[in-house]
């Protein structure tokens, strides 16, 4: 191996253990930490963060990618060698455009916005907040002055989450997606609702707990390289490819809760467990992006955890598990429950059909906020109004509007939601690509065997780590670029069974 390439994964090996001893400390933190744990976390984590960085900015490590720049560009490009070159070389371009005093002043400033909004939120009280959100913008601004030559301001703060995903791109997808999803809404929730109650009766948690368990490990989160906790919001969290762990809630009056977080964050975690062992501790050994990310947890969730070929293998096993709540229940009760649509004020409650109109509400606004044609002040009239346009409904208060979500008050105003549309929309054209290549995986589900489609994802996009962006993986992945087209006909089929979409 080339001398310098050797030195660099050594470098890069370090300070992944750097970050990986926070994320362990983080996820303490968010498990088991006393509360009095609190301030003395916080400043380990930042101690941890700074030197992690100046291990990475340091101008040793720009000598030895500049060493290894015409090393890299020998090698085929979707080898192992060049695409760390090229990965570790991207990350270092982009880390040494932002001064160090920036990110301490912009992380300080965070943690008093988290704060503020802690208390602002139970409170309903937007006023508390919003010269912290002013703050904000101003940050997210200068944050993205640093890449001048951006053909939109959002587009350096979309890239820190999904690479190479621009407003133009993401503008075509959403509007199309939009113009498909209004009436589609507006059609569905002018019938009745499917009547969930009985996944409303008491569910004792140990018992929840041990079927999610039993339902994830089937299909396929490797418990061997992972464990699930209790947490207050759910969360996956790695300390190496061998150590891939999730964190789960339980609401004991609704059973929806544990079962479908718990499969939501194992998607995620089969994902990380699928990453090739070679990218260990390398810039190559993480999911690819955020909207990659969470099209395996929407794959794992909803295409699989929400369609009657899962149920019917697992219902069986649910009523036996609580036969005092479920024996009077029918399977396709049960379906139409766990697959109402309604209109509701919370992003994270919202089913399938009603979820992506939440993001791009808040998509929108952060490009309107970033471009200046809407001011801070303004965002709860304006949440009520396109609000009440999209779903008919408007929240009391902005606990349930602008208050609802943590992104805009611990991070930046740009990049904090796209990618939960795009995933849900590169979720259906990959299973689309999965079951064309394996149609038996349907069949395969209903026998309680989730092994064929698992490998085939891990084949066609886990193993690939960072290697490629995600519209590179798409493309490999199913032969042609991202579109909605699959997404739309995977709602009509599905809702279309259940509703009247005429
Ligand atoms: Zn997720």
């Keep these: 191996m080339h001398e310098s390439l050797e030195k660099l994964k050594a470098r890069l090996a370090e300070i992944n253990d750097l970050n990986m001893a926070a994320a362990l400390l983080s996820w303490d933190q968010h498990t088991f930490m006393p509360s009095g744990g609190a301030p003395a976390r916080g400043r380990q984590l930042a101690t941890?963060?700074?030197?992690?960085?100046?291990?990475?900015?340091?101008?040793?490590?720009?000598?030895?990618?500049d060493d290894l720049l015409p090393y890299g560009q020998s090698l085929?490009?979707?080898?192992?060698?060049?695409?760390?070159?090229?990965?570790?070389?991207?990350?270092?371009e982009l880390a040494l455009k932002v001064p160090p005093q920036f990110l301490a002043e912009f992380n300080i400033h965070i943690a008093d916005s988290y704060q503020v909004w802690a208390q602002a939120r139970p409170a309903g009280?937007?006023?508390?907040?919003?010269?912290?959100?002013?703050?904000?913008?101003?940050?997210?601004?200068?944050?993205?002055?640093?890449?001048?030559?951006?053909?939109?301001?959002?587009?350096?703060?979309?890239?820190?989450?999904?690479?190479?995903?621009?407003?133009?791109?993401?503008?075509?997808?959403?509007s199309q997606l939009r113009a498909r999803l209004v009436p589609m809404v507006r059609t569905i929730t002018a019938q009745e609702p499917a009547d969930d109650s009985c996944l409303r009766l008491h569910y004792p948690e140990a018992r929840q707990l041990a079927f999610a368990e039993e339902v994830v490990r089937r299909l396929g989160y490797d418990f061997s390289r992972g464990r699930i906790d209790k947490t207050r919001h759910p969360f996956?969290?790695?300390?190496?490819?061998?150590?891939?762990?999730?964190?789960?809630?339980?609401?004991?009056?609704?059973?929806?809760?544990?079962?479908?977080?718990?499969?939501?964050?194992?998607?995620?975690?089969?994902?990380?467990?699928?990453?090739?062992?070679?990218?260990?501790?390398?810039?190559?050994?993480e999911g690819a992006s955020?909207?990659?990310?969470?099209?395996?947890?929407?794959?794992?969730?909803?295409?699989?955890?929400?369609?009657?070929?899962?149920?019917?293998?697992?219902?069986?096993?649910?009523?036996?598990?609580?036969?005092?709540?479920?024996?009077?229940?029918?399977?396709?009760?049960?379906y139409r429950a766990v697959n109402r649509v309604e209109r509701s004020l919370i992003r994270t409650d919202a089913d399938e059909v009603t979820y992506n109109l939440h993001v791009m509400l808040r998509f929108d606004f952060e490009l309107a906020l970033l471009e200046g044609s809407m001011e801070v002040a303004d965002l709860p009239e304006a949440w009520r109004q396109r609000f009440y346009n999209d779903f008919g409904?408007?929240?009391?208060?902005?606990?349930?509007?602008v208050?609802?979500?943590?992104h805009w008050y611990g991070g930046t105003i740009g990049g904090a939601f796209q990618g939960y549309t795009l995933g849900n929309i590169m979720s259906a054209q990959f299973y689309e690509a999965a079951l064309g290549a394996r149609p038996e995986i349907p069949s395969e589900m209903r026998a309680g065997m989730f092994g064929g489609l698992q490998v085939w994802l891990t084949e066609n996009i886990y193993r690939h780590g960072r290697k490629f962006t995600a519209g590179e993986v798409?493309?490999?992945?199913?032969?042609?670029?991202?579109?909605?087209?699959?997404?739309?006909?995977?709602?009509?089929?599905?809702?279309?069974?259940?509703?009247?979409?005429?």
């Excluded at 960085?53 to 720009?62: L, N």
């Excluded at 947890?297 to 036996?320: A, C, I, K, M």
């Design 76 to 92: 085929p490009s979707d080898s192992d060698e060049a695409s760390l070159i090229r990965i570790a070389r991207r990350d270092y």
């Design 474 to 502: 798409v493309e490999l992945a199913t032969g042609r670029p991202l579109a909605i087209d699959p997404y739309i006909r995977y709602l009509q089929k599905k809702y279309g069974e259940l509703y009247d979409l005429n």
């Design 403 to 406: 208050l609802q979500d943590v």
């Design 236 to 285: 996956m969290t790695k300390f190496s490819l061998g150590d891939v762990r999730i964190a789960t809630r339980v609401r004991e009056d609704f059973l929806g809760e544990a079962l479908f977080s718990t499969i939501h964050e194992a998607g995620h975690a089969i994902y990380e467990q699928g990453i090739a062992q070679v990218y260990e501790a390398g810039p190559l050994g």
């Design 125 to 174: 009280d937007f006023s508390m907040v919003r010269p912290l959100l002013e703050r904000t913008l101003d940050f997210s601004r200068r944050y993205a002055d640093f890449f001048p030559g951006y053909a939109h301001i959002a587009d350096p703060l979309i890239n820190l989450s999904d690479y190479g995903v621009t407003v133009s791109a993401l503008r075509g997808l959403f």
């Design 290 to 334: 955020s909207g990659l990310h969470e099209s395996q947890s929407r794959t794992w969730e909803n295409l699989v955890g929400r369609s009657r070929d899962f149920w019917e293998y697992f219902y069986p096993r649910l009523q036996s598990v609580f036969p005092d709540q479920l024996t009077a229940v029918s399977p396709e009760q049960f």
């Design 393 to 401: 409904m408007v929240p009391e208060d902005d606990r349930d509007g």
């Design 48 to 65: 941890l963060a700074r030197i992690s960085q100046e291990k990475f900015i340091d101008p040793a490590v720009g000598r030895l990618l």
